[in-house]
């Protein structure tokens, strides 16, 4: 059941008519208990009336008997069903067992065959309960009783009385349930419809101040998601405006180095302009791969897909790759493993972050090397983390630049080589998604980046 | 014309230098705030391209002082951001004009030219001093509506002399617009090229006052 406002209805509906059926059951039991108590009162009360009648001789026992079933006013009943009249009827016997008399409504065989009390009998398929009372004085046995099934009948009577109309108000308790459960959550509605009427970019908050109580962390929760939501999408909107600016600038050395060549009658010159624009394609799709880098790791934030990650294999992984850019750099790679009594490194985390780490730093190694130059890769093991050193035989940047080195499109005020100035930043935002660190280190024999991955 | 370019991209640096060098333009180049204003301290340009991002700073920084030590050289500014903030604010800090990046070489000129120009305070493209007349923007020159055939190097020398008409230009000042830094400057160039031109144009075009430089003659 997915819709609140169905679900408020059956639920109010139905612990409306449980409430109801248990008080009717509650009334049934109580009214019927109230009944036999009052109408055994006064089957009692007739026959001592009866026996007492004719004790004192003033009146004689059929009369007697007949005054008994008269002491009832029958008028309210009739009215009611028509068949309350004749309710009691009376039977005096003699102690031999001969009937001296009985009512007009009393049948000619005996009520019952006890003395005293209570009981309950059947005659000629109708049910009667007596009461007896013998007087010795005059050796009689007076009994007094009524149909058992008009007394049912009455308390049936009652009952109906109270469901009937229950009953047939129950259509309009349904539609005033439904009605006031929809008036309840028409604020809801309310907030709905204002959410459905926005566009895509209209993400201020919802005003929780004027919705309801309960619905309020709702809108809170809702709120926080659409400041999270706008800020990524600021982020997103603030980044792509600086990468096309970015890569404006490639795009206007390739225009300008191609109408030199399309212009130029100097096949030197022409040679020099489509060389320098190889070149710059190189670049500018190097930028642009490590934007889509930039992007993924931005999107990895919520996939936290942790696998086992082999550093030493990944490194001779990304040594092979760099194969080319090594070669044009005249540069040798060496990877240090540790020790083979040590365990192997691996750690756990987003493989496609780790290879973003570690490639990045080595092509940042790999490019300021001097020609002929090493690049060293040391991995070991500390106690909870894995450590990665990259290091060259390049100057590094300069110590005062460190805390902006990892800013996107930074390059360095004296920039050596052409970078895109992403490179550390995608190291540094994929190491904190992992949970490591980025640190760089001047020795006198060049420079190092160490990258720590938590195992 | 002697110009400077301030850009940090290697590549789209060296297009400018030669692509302007094959307009008529003599370039020199650098790649950062403190060469440029070192290279502005130390030598005149008729024009200054600067970009507006450079590794070391903003290029308006570098426009901001060279209007307050009240340099008048014209500047053209060249980015990426191309908003209309960014325009307007670079206009207003003192540049002459404003190109998007990534733009096309003749604009370029085109633009360098008008703004240089303004900066003598002539509405028309064409130079002209009496019979000849030079087209700028097509490295061209006439006389008498005859075109002449000018080599780079004499057409740079006579541009100098009829943007200024009347003025003397000392032989370093026509090198300076000869020659880039890190070109070699041939002694007697200059001597070589204004005879030349003499050729070409009458001897009585343009006269050289002696221990100061050439100029063009006014009387005929």
């Given at each position: ?455 | ?218 009387s005929p």
């Amino acid at each position: 059941m997915n819709s609140i406002r169905v679900r408020l209805f059956a639920i109010l509906l139905a612990t409306t008519g449980t409430v109801w059926l248990f008080a009717a059951v509650w009334i049934y039991a109580s009214t019927q208990a109230e009944v036999e108590r009052v109408l055994d009162a006064r089957l009692m009360e007739a026959a001592r009336m009866v026996s007492s009648l004719i004790t004192d001789h003033q009146i004689d026992p059929a009369a007697a008997a007949s005054a008994a079933t008269a002491s009832v006013p029958p008028a309210p009943f009739e009215q009611a069903g028509g068949s309350y009249s004749r309710q009691l009827s009376c039977q005096i016997w003699s102690l031999q067992g001969s009937l001296v008399s009985r009512s007009e409504s009393a049948p000619a065989t005996s009520l019952a065959s006890h003395t005293n009390g209570f009981e309950e009998t059947e005659i000629d398929g109708e049910r009667w309960r007596v009461y007896a009372v013998v007087n010795p004085s005059l050796g009689v046995r007076v009994l007094v009783g009524d149909s058992l099934e008009i007394r049912e009948r009455l308390i049936g009577d009652v009952i109906k009385g109270l469901l009937v109309p229950g009953i047939a108000i129950l259509p309009v308790l349904a539609a005033l349930i439904w009605l006031s459960v929809g008036g309840g959550l028409a604020p809801l509605t309310r907030i709905a419809e204002g959410l459905a009427s926005r566009s895509a970019s209209e993400l201020h908050p919802v005003d929780a101040g004027s919705a309801p109580r309960e619905v309020r962390p709702v809108i809170r929760a809702l709120n926080s998601l659409f400041g999270r939501v706008a800020d990524a999408r600021d982020r997103e909107r603030s980044f792509t405006a600086y990468a096309a600016h970015e890569l404006k600038t490639p795009l206007a050395g390739l225009k300008t180095q191609a109408q030199i060549a399309l212009r130029t009658d100097d096949p030197a010159v022409q040679r020099d302009a489509l060389a320098r624009i190889s070149t710059s394609v190189d670049r500018t799709s190097r930028m642009v791969r490590q934007l889509i880098d930039l992007a993924a790791v931005d999107a990895s934030q919520d996939v936290p897909s942790a696998e086992s990650v082999d550093i030493a294999a990944l490194v001779g992984e990304i040594a092979s790759e760099l194969e080319t850019l090594l070669t044009a750099n005249n540069v040798r790679v060496a990877v240090e493993l540790p020790n083979q009594t040590q365990q192997q490194p691996l750690i756990q985390g987003n493989r496609i972050l780790v290879r973003l780490v570690i490639r990045n730093l080595m092509e940042n190694a790999v490019q300021h090397s001097p020609s002929g130059g090493e690049v060293r890769c040391l991995i070991h093991l500390r106690e909870s983390e894995a450590v990665v050193d990259i290091l060259d035989q390049g100057a590094g940047f300069p110590v005062a630049e460190e805390n902006r080195v990892t800013e996107r499109f930074f390059r360095g005020s004296k920039p050596q080589g052409q970078g895109s100035g992403l490179g550390l930043s995608i190291v540094q935002m994929a190491l904190d998604r992992l949970g490591g660190s980025l640190a760089f280190e001047r020795g006198g024999r060049g420079f190092a980046a160490r990258a720590s991955f938590p195992l | 014309m002697r110009l400077l370019v301030v850009e940090d991209d290697e590549i789209l640096l060296d297009g400018l230098k030669v692509g302007l060098q094959m307009c008529g333009f003599t370039v020199d180049a650098v790649t950062s705030i403190a060469d440029a204003d070192a290279a502005i301290k130390a030598d005149r340009f008729d024009a200054v391209i600067l970009d507006l991002m450079l590794p070391d700073g903003s290029g308006l920084d570098v426009l901001a002082r060279m209007r307050r030590s009240g340099d008048r050289t014209p500047v053209l500014l060249l980015t990426a951001k191309d908003e209309v903030a960014d325009r307007i604010g670079g206009l207003d800090s003192g540049a002459d004009d404003y190109l998007g990046k990534p733009f096309d070489l003749d604009e370029v000129g085109a633009r360098l030219r008008a703004i240089v120009r303004r900066g003598h305070g002539r509405a028309k493209g064409l130079l002209e001093w009496k019979d000849v007349s030079l087209d700028p923007a097509r490295m061209s020159a006439s006389r008498s509506g005859t075109a002449i055939s000018l080599s780079r190097r004499e057409f740079v020398i006579l541009q100098a002399l009829m943007e200024a008409p009347g003025v003397i230009l000392s032989r370093s000042t026509l090198e300076e617009k000869l020659y880039g830094w890190q070109e070699e400057i041939e002694s007697n160039t200059v001597e070589v090229h204004v005879h030349k031109l003499r050729t070409k144009l009458g001897t009585s075009f343009i006269e050289t006052v002696r221990g100061a430089g050439y100029r063009l003659r006014a009387s005929p």
